[in-house]
């Protein structure tokens, strides 16, 4: 006899729901609760980015665009990237997206089979391994909190097999605001050269950098660029969550598979966000300096509050993420997250979410605002010390 869970999709059925988003509804109807958990910045929009949607939609342009996006987007996204050395032709090799998250989804499904296998770089994204499993393909994590929490190139190169298709990994990552050394990066392009991979690289968080730590691109390496696939938006260093509003670079012989599912199962981004996110690209940069000027301060804040607490943390050089571990406690990631949520109002995510690697951290997002910070670190240092005492 059929069951109801026969009407469902197998795989489907086998994909949990995100970690981050469960604690995230937790929050829901709790004005007294401090969240550090949602990577979303505490700032809105720019006014000069709002101010030109507002002065489409008044025009009335509310229509599609070009599957591919807003060509003098796409021509302003090229002028950017080559601030990084990369060079991509806007009107075949960049794709605008919903979000990042689209990007890759879309990307995942465009180059992996049944049965190849992707090497992911952990504790990463949510995302990632969930929707490499809805390919089929076999998802091979690689512990990065072995090594200071970023990948090695001998750590890729023991991991891949002649299985491997693709590689997915984040600098500055989320969750841990670490960064890939330069001469680490130039080690794994060799490998991905070496094997022929893919290098799927999410650099989402590549404008919030600090102490003059300069971001890096894997694709800008001699001979890359064949391998390698760019994820970008504006959410984060323009402060766009809502606005979904990201991009996709590789070159032009994938992408002409990309842009196939984009067009089916999106068509096209918004067309006021894209509009905005022109007007952020050519005028908005001061911005965005003073938004990570201002994330700085706050990872200063922080650092000092949770290292004072005697919990071990590698100061993040990028993002706006801080991955303590709190194995001093004695509890898990999930217990220590719910207990803290339920008794002292504070809400982070347990580091098991985030993959192998993960358990025994939290994640602790500093885009929150500075005096909420402080209390959240108060409220957090006693429940430390009450638990490291117990």
């Known amino acids: 006899m059929n069951t109801r869970e026969d009407k469902f999709s197998t795989a489907m059925m086998k994909t949990p729901p995100s970690g981050i988003r469960k604690f995230f509804e937790l929050l829901i109807g709790h004005d007294d609760v401090i969240s550090l958990s949602v990577g979303e910045p505490d700032f809105p929009t720019p006014w000069l980015m709002r101010e030109e949607a507002f002065y489409h939609l008044e025009k009335g342009q509310t229509s599609y665009t070009s599957n591919w996006g807003l060509v003098e987007l796409r021509e302003e996204i090229a002028n950017y990237m080559e601030r990084y050395n990369l060079f991509y032709n806007p009107r075949k090799e960049i794709l605008v997206t919903v979000g990042a998250s689209e990007g890759v989804d879309a990307v995942l499904r465009a180059v992996l089979n049944q049965g190849d296998e992707i090497i992911v770089c952990t504790p990463c994204y949510v995302n990632y391994t969930p929707l490499a499993n809805l390919t089929g393909a076999k998802v091979i994590e690689i512990n990065t909190g072995l090594n200071n929490f970023y990948p090695t190139a001998k750590q890729i190169e023991e991991a891949c097999t002649p299985k491997t298709k693709a590689l ?30 893919w290098c799927i690289s999410d650099e989402i968080y590549c404008e919030l950098c600090y102490d003059g730590t300069k971001h890096v691109s894997i694709g800008s390496f001699e001979g890359m660029k064949d391998y390698t ?48 996110a022109l007007e952020g690209l050519k005028h908005g940069w001061n911005e965005v300096e003073k938004m990570r000027v ?54 982070v995510v347990p580091g098991s979410v985030f993959g192998p690697g993960g358990e025994g951290h939290v994640r602790c997002c500093y885009a929150t605002a500075v005096d909420k910070i402080k209390i959240a670190m108060d409220r957090m240092a006693e429940f430390v010390k009450e638990k490291q005492q117990s």
């Open 229 to 276: 696939i760019i994820l970008n938006g504006f959410s984060k260093s323009f402060a766009m969550t809502g606005w979904r509003i990201g991009w996709i670079a590789a070159p032009d012989d994938l992408m002409a598979q990309v842009v196939k599912l984009h067009g089916y199962n999106t068509i096209c981004a918004p067309i006021m966000s894209q509009y905005a």
């Open 294 to 347: 201002s994330y700085q301060q706050r990872r200063n804040l922080m650092h000092k509050a949770l290292t004072d607490m005697g919990l071990t943390v590698p100061e993040p050089t990028g993002a706006f993420y801080m991955f303590p571990s709190i194995e001093s406690t004695g509890m898990t990631s999930e217990e220590f997250a719910t207990e803290l949520l339920q008794k002292h109002n504070v809400c």
């Open 168 to 197: 997915m990994m984040c600098s500055p990552n989320n969750p841990t605001g670490t960064m890939i050394p330069s001469d680490e990066l130039s080690k794994i392009a060799e490998v991905v050269k070496k094997h022929q991979i």
